[in-house]
């Protein structure tokens, strides 16, 4: 079984900077499709962006030049770095394993404050 284990959420101002962390654990990560999506009070939970396993990256519209994902295969993680963040980016955020199943983490807090 995969385990996803997230960090780095917290409470910022609006224009400063994150950065996400999801170690994983139970399987060869570097084989791995692996994703952000996040979940505001209220919403559905949207994709943020994603890397394969050979580094190709996409991001939502909404992210585009403020994020930036990308992996550590050595260390079984991946990160997403969150610059130039908004009150709008506040939600919690969930890294997903693209496996047959797939798995997700348990989510880390971001809050930006205005």
């Known amino acids: 079984q995969v385990q996803l284990v997230e960090s780095g959420g917290g409470l910022v101002q609006a224009g400063g900077s994150l950065r996400l962390s999801c170690a994983a654990s139970g399987s060869m990560f570097s084989i791995n499709m692996m994703s952000w999506y996040r979940q505001a009070p209220g919403n559905a939970r949207e994709g943020v962006a994603t890397i394969t396993s050979v580094g190709t990256t996409t991001y939502a519209d909404s992210v585009k030049g403020r994020f930036t994902i990308s992996r550590d295969n050595a260390k079984n993680t991946v990160y997403l770095q969150m610059n130039s963040l908004k009150p709008e980016d506040t939600a919690v955020y969930y890294c997903?394993?693209?496996?047959?199943?797939?798995?997700w983490g348990q989510g880390t807090q971001v809050t930006v404050s205005s």
């Open positions: 997903y394993a693209h496996k047959s199943p797939g798995y």
